[in-house]
């Protein structure tokens, strides 16, 4: 029998699927969180790919526990958005990661902390449960799905 760890799951039940085609000039996370409120939707799962024409991209120090971000002034492709919908501190949040590439083929990527799109399309997979994160204080000091959402361990 294998042995017990730490890592937990929950089975959710599926929802609805969408495709939203963001607008240009606003933000990318932020018409995706908009786009969970005017659904109602709790929880999700989403892919997007596209172009902005800025990020500001946070990457996490593992040893202070701070997001360092770096901010980029130019127009990149969106090669891959990826991410989730869940509840943090009482608003629905998009937790974003992305990998955007420039016209030399080079890449930059990370937490997406914002982006004004030029184009974008996401596919979104909606559950009909609602996910909460709670914040880690004792190993990661990050805002992680919560343990009471994920009741199972393996």
């Known amino acids: 029998m294998a042995e017990q ?27 995706i969180e908009e786009f969970a409120d005017e659904l109602e939707i709790d929880a999700a799962w989403f892919n997007g790919m596209g172009a902005s024409k800025d990020a500001v991209i946070w990457f996490y120090d593992q040893e202070s ?7 980029f002034h ?5 090669a891959m958005a990826v991410g989730n919908v869940t509840w943090l501190d009482g608003e ?5 990661h ?16 914002s982006a004004t799109a030029f184009a974008g399309e996401v596919y ?7 996910v909460e994160r709670a914040h ?15 009741p199972e361990t393996l």
């Open 5 to 31: 760890t730490d890592a937990r799951y929950r089975k959710l039940e599926p929802g609805g699927e969408y495709l939203l085609r963001l607008e240009n000039g606003r933000d990318w996370r932020l018409q």
């Open 65 to 71: 526990k701070e997001y360092l971000p770096k901010e």
């Open 74 to 78: 130019e127009p990149f492709e969106v």
């Open 92 to 96: 629905r949040f998009a937790h974003t």
């Open 98 to 113: 992305v990998l955007l590439t420039r016209e030399d083929g080079s890449t930059v990527g990370g937490h997406l902390d």
């Open 124 to 130: 979104v997979r909606a559950f009909e449960d609602r």
């Open 136 to 150: 880690d204080p004792t190993v990661t000091d990050l805002d992680l799905w919560s343990d009471s959402d994920l």
